[in-house]
């Protein structure tokens, strides 16, 4: 159906019929000038992402209802890595004229199993056509305990640098991704190869938040002393956690969590498989740091693996590698502005 | 200077440094995963607004400033619009590579502007490239005393109905706008002729909010029964109303607020003044009802007016006119979703 035979309203009031209310802080939600919302025991956090065709989404090979399920989690991850809960979201969309309304329903599927999942409320948005592909700004809010709140500058000396789950998977899923669109050129009926790699492919075409770490720690009664979501690469995060904390670090090459459909892609692929797992980016996992006498009970936390300690300023951010040797960390993640040229 | 010169978190790093907070309730601003907020007493608002090059802006004539300035500025009108506060913003962009970090201070100048007169920091949001011009998404959050949340929902039989300001100017702005962008087309050195219509290059390019009408309603201790900010057209907001509350209107021709120059470029483009006020759209003006027994409280709010008023569900949605005929009101304001081809 062309979207225009539904004009916005129509599109907007098919969308969101029928749209559940879970969080008791979710006054008002889709239908006003604005959503209403009342938390009256805790901060209130807000994040947001912009995402656009061609840029963070290559549809040849992302099914929509991933994509609206992705969008949606890597806002929840946000919440999670500052200890916080996702209660509600906004959805703004442009759609371009080669969507119809059968898409977009697909996509918004995605962005409705993922709020289920994580027990969020779609509260508004706004929708318009777009000249150029398809454009999701997702904002999410949500909300923790004021003296819950880990931000990112908190890291101290000797502190331990935590990480969950493994690194790397989700660059390693895409390059296999582009990989099979470039073999699938000019083809018909192309079957791609994703036989043992489906880990891959899934890390990248749906993430999970880590809400699990965020509930372990809490009944472990560990409170992280800086904590961000690994978005852009370990070592960009780690980075940043030194320089807001105005620390330094060590992480021990040895230690960095790498699953074995990664390192065989990275051999099938002759990549570095740590210059992966250190710069791939988007592997939403969480990298934080807790307090030396946390040693024991951070053992406890499934998933979760102590990858090195935090330094004085002066020693710098470094990598010990397998055969002993010091690594100055370096930013080498995926540069959102690297240039593209207008299409127009 | 090109914007890869800084890279992401450079750019960032510019454009806001020194981000002024002025409100208490801003906990953490920019720099974190999320903003952090603390908001114990009221109500909280969400409202978010979607902006593309091509759709919603030609950069042809809108100087990137002031498509700052509105942008920041049709957010804070919708929080108005729920009887409430601006007090954070989070502001993502798209940009391509045809921007320089000059075009993005320039525009960020604009959004900072809106802020420092609105008393709303500036929090977070997402920077990226885009392959296909600017994308400005901004989410606003505000806040309200839970009791005076005024939603569209609550207009009932024998309410007035109030606009304020006047209609159509931003409409008519544009025409003129697209008029002399045309007749610029291929000369060197040419003067866009705006004398006498400069109050519709205004209300098109550099909208205020009405901050200043909630005030004065706050004041003589009005509160609306419904609202709505008009961006879409007074007909389209009416009926809008009209539906969310289940009941009819009547508004009068002769009382639609409309100003001189509106009424001359009307004239001079040979187009409906009428429907130019009904349908043109961008006015963001407030449109509100009252219970009948506020008729001499409301006469004493500047720059509103009564246009007519709310009647039974069975009677419908109409106009007198001058002729004292009636005419149905539709929704024929602007359509976000008008097909827009792909460039790509």
């Not at 040849?60 to 929840?76: C, D, E, M, Q, R």
């Not at 331990?160 to 390059?175: E, H, N």
């Not at 075409?205 to 372990?216: F, G, H, N, T, Y």
């Not at 990275?266 to 990298?287: I, P, R, S």
Request: proline share 3%; hydrophobic share 40%.
């Amino acid at each position: 159906m062309e979207i225009s035979h539904l004009g916005e309203f129509g599109l907007i009031d098919r969308l969101t019929k029928d749209l559940p209310i879970v969080n008791a802080s979710t006054v008002k939600g889709v239908g006003d000038d604005c959503a209403v919302l009342r938390n009256k025991e805790s901060d209130i956090l807000v994040t947001t992402d912009l995402l656009l065709e061609g840029v963070h989404f290559d549809l040849t090979y992302v099914p929509l209802k991933h994509l609206g399920y992705k969008s949606a989690v890597v806002n929840f991850s946000d919440v999670y890595a500052m200890n916080g809960t996702p209660r509600q979201i906004t959805v703004s969309l442009g759609i371009s004229s080669r969507f119809t309304v059968e898409h977009i329903e697909e996509l918004y599927s995605g962005i409705r199993l993922a709020c289920e999942i994580y027990g969020v409320d779609l509260v508004g948005g706004d929708t318009t056509s777009s000249r150029q592909g398809l454009v999701i700004s997702i904002t999410c809010i949500g909300e923790a305990q004021a003296d819950k709140v880990v931000l990112r500058s908190g890291a101290r000396d000797t502190d331990l640098i935590c990480v969950s789950g493994d690194l790397g998977a989700a660059y390693m899923g895409l390059q296999l991704l582009e990989r099979e669109k470039a073999a699938s050129a000019g083809q018909k009926d192309f079957e791609p190869q994703f036989q043992g790699k489906e880990y891959l492919v899934e890390r990248q075409l749906k993430p999970e938040a880590r809400r699990d770490v965020i509930e372990a720690l809490e009944k472990e009664a560990i409170l992280p002393t800086a904590m961000m979501d690994i978005s852009d690469g370990l070592s960009s995060e780690l980075l940043h956690i030194c320089k807001a904390g105005n620390v330094g670090c060590r992480i021990y090459e040895d230690r960095i969590p790498i699953d074995y459909q990664t390192a065989i892609m990275a051999e099938e692929l002759g990549m570095n498989l740590v210059t992966a797992a250190l710069n791939g980016g988007e592997d939403y996992e969480l990298l934080f740091t807790v307090p030396l006498h946390c040693h024991e009970q951070i053992q406890k936390v499934a998933g979760v693996k102590v990858i090195g300690h935090i330094t004085k300023p002066e020693l710098g951010c470094a990598m010990i590698t397998r055969d002993g040797s010091e690594l100055a960390l370096r930013a080498q993640g995926w540069n959102p502005l690297a240039a593209h040229s207008d299409s127009d």
